[in-house]
């Protein structure tokens, strides 16, 4: 596991940007916030780009910026790869030749990676004599990430790197992104403000307002916590859940799962049966019961006890349900709260509509020790 | 009238001026221009304003003025004389620094123009991929800003071949030494050996009109677009 260091300062425009925290970076990290929070700014301060920035940076013990009179070391001596929001391809050469360009500069001269073998596992190959004006967004993007690996960098910062994509292709490019960190054995860490790509990637999230760090740890706690909902996603906030596929139902396009609160149907994925896969669970779409349940669906009906409240200030109350060893978050009325009779403690039914659940099908299962199905 | 062959000596010194001219330029513009590019300093429009100067400056004040500053009598013609025992006026030598000065923002606009079209964006994806600034600049930044380079190297080649007032004020007109091309045709004129001066005029006229061409096509059909 890679450590990064940080506690960095730099004066921008609306705020000053402030971040100290220790990242214990294993697999891909999302830093997570509002648009113009600083997440690009601290990604590009992990790699240098920012001069002006004051503070420490240090990649596993080696410093690569430290307070005044310490000369911090220059971008191009940082082991990083870096992919950029709009790729910055080097248009002068083809396809192959940006490859080359980053290959031939690479950090570490013992890299096993080859040209060949990045190119093959991004899908490059037929590209690679083509001139980078013509390639589509999720092309470039593609070869950018294959650029940042080829540099043979100890860590790759990627800065939405989906953000001009369109939606379709954004599901192409993302299972690329999520074998990164297991085919080529380098960290990620992973700017974006759009929750599915969190859902989709990521494994740690370190969560940003004005500048700030507010919290970091592994994506399933910040997420369930009650008390981050309204920069974790004020309608958009709920549970993710890592399930296992236990299968699939041609006739009606839903794929089962399972964790250890329960079973779910949700909208067909196309993931091998035995597989992990993570689903997010709206808050606004999860409906709370008390005593035994009517005649609704038993497929997604599951069985848990409220473990906490919050109330918003406005019509709602956020309620955290534990489901095995899971959470899941249901947002209600204060009405249904009075009526329910809910507080910690009290036993319920939860109850979740298929079709409004996300699966996201990227492979977790190399690492288990992230789920919350297996955390104790 | 005219007395038999032509001379065509004036044509290959004006060739070799610009030639000279547009080599020295291309390297001093460089840094300069890359400056002015990414400077944040308040100093940045001073120096643009100097530099575009000889736009609007009529060539025989600023002859004159090169004239007075580079005069063996004023400490840097006198430094050159100490150091080299010619004078800079009425040399060619003089002649190059007049045209380095008079062609200036003919190198420096559109090299300026095209770095900053690459802005940082390609120079920081080089920087990520391990290029050292010198190599970002060697390898990035000059192949995309090739279409300044060649729109800068055109136009001094061509301004300094048709300068007039400055070559005369500072060079005078010694044949095979700083006697250049338009400074011919305008003696032609004054002798009234229209003949002379028409070939003369007609190649000019030919080889700009082919040079502006040349800047058209490669502004049109060159590939390398900005993002």
């Known amino acids: 596991m890679s450590r990064l260091d940080l506690n960095v300062r730099l004066k921008l425009d609306r705020f000053t940007l402030d971040v100290a925290d220790t990242l214990a970076l294993q697999g891909i990290t999302a830093v997570f916030g509002h648009s113009g929070c600083g997440k ?8 240098g780009l920012e001069r002006g920035a004051a503070g420490r940076v240090a990649f596993n013990g080696e410093v690569w910026q430290d307070g005044p009179g310490t000369r911090p070391r220059p971008a191009h001596q940082r082991a990083v790869g870096y992919v950029f929001q709009d790729a910055r391809l080097f248009n002068h050469l083809d396809v192959a030749g940006n490859l080359a360009y980053a290959a031939r500069r690479a950090h570490q001269s013992s890299s096993a990676l080859s040209q060949d073998a990045v190119a093959e596992a991004l899908d490059l190959k037929p590209l690679l004599a083509q001139r980078c004006a013509t390639l589509s967004g999720g092309e470039r993007q593609r070869v950018a990430l294959a650029r940042a690996i080829l540099v043979a960098p100890r860590l790759i910062l990627m800065d939405e790197p989906l953000a001009s994509i369109d939606g379709r292709r954004k599901r192409e490019i993302l299972p ?10 380098i ?27 507010v919290a970091s740890g592994p994506v399933g706690e910040i997420m369930s916590r009650l008390d981050l909902f309204p920069l974790t996603g004020r309608f958009e906030a709920g549970a993710m859940l890592n399930v296992r596929v236990v299968g699939h139902d041609p006739q009606d396009r839903l794929t089962d799962v399972e964790f250890d609160g329960g079973r779910l149907s949700i909208p067909y994925v196309d993931v091998p049966i ?6 997010r669970i709206r808050a606004r779409d999860v409906v709370l019961a008390v005593g035994a349940p009517a005649s609704l669906s038993a497929n997604n009906m599951l069985s848990g006890v409220v473990t906490d409240m919050r109330e918003d200030e406005g019509t709602f109350v956020d309620v955290l349900v534990r489901c095995g060893s899971a959470l899941l978050i249901s947002r209600v009325t204060r009405r249904s709260v009075r009526r329910l009779d809910l507080s910690p403690g009290t036993p319920v039914l939860v109850y979740v509509k298929s079709i409004t659940l996300d699966g996201y099908p990227a492979r977790r299962d190399e690492l288990p020790e992230k789920t919350n199905v297996e955390r104790k | 009238m005219s007395g038999g062959g032509l001379d065509l000596a004036p044509v290959g010194l004006s060739a070799l001026l610009a030639a000279v001219t547009t080599f020295m330029l291309l390297i001093i513009a460089t840094p300069l221009s ?6 944040r300093a308040r100093a940045k429009v001073l120096v643009e304003a100097v530099t575009a100067l000889p736009l609007v400056l009529p060539p025989t004040v600023l002859g004159f003025y090169l004239l007075v500053v580079l005069s063996p009598t004023a400490p840097l013609g006198a430094a050159f004389v100490s150091l080299t025992g010619t004078t800079l006026t009425f040399s060619f030598t003089g002649l190059v620094v007049a045209s380095v000065i008079y062609s200036l923002p003919f190198a420096v606009q559109p090299l300026q123009a095209s770095f900053e079209a690459i802005g940082r964006g390609p120079l920081e994806a080089a920087a990520t991929l391990g290029a050292s600034p010198l190599d970002a600049f060697m390898t990035v930044a000059t192949p995309l800003a090739l279409r300044g380079y060649i729109t800068a190297a055109v136009l001094t080649f061509a301004h300094t071949l048709g300068e007039f ?4 004020m500072v060079g005078g007109s010694i044949p095979g030494r700083t006697k250049v091309l338009s400074i011919a045709i305008y003696e032609h004129v004054e002798t009234i050996d229209y003949a002379s001066a028409h070939v003369l005029s007609a190649m000019m006229l030919a080889f700009s009109f082919l040079v502006l061409l040349l800047v058209f096509v ?10």
Do not use: C, K
């Open chain 1, 40 to 47: 690009t700014t601290l990604l590009r301060i992990i790699a």
């Open chain 1, 176 to 185: 690329y992104i999520a074998r990164l960190p297991r085919d080529f054995g």
């Open chain 1, 187 to 213: 960290p990620v860490v992973y700017v974006t403000h759009a929750i599915d790509e969190v859902a989709a990637l990521a494994d740690q999230l370190l969560l940003m307002s004005e500048g700030r760090r």
């Open chain 1, 274 to 279: 035995g597989d992990t896969m993570r689903v």
């Open chain 2, 34 to 39: 890359w400056w002015l590019a990414h400077t």
């Open chain 2, 165 to 168: 007032g400055v070559v005369l």
């Open chain 2, 218 to 227: 490669i502004n049109r059909r060159y590939p390398i677009r900005m993002s």
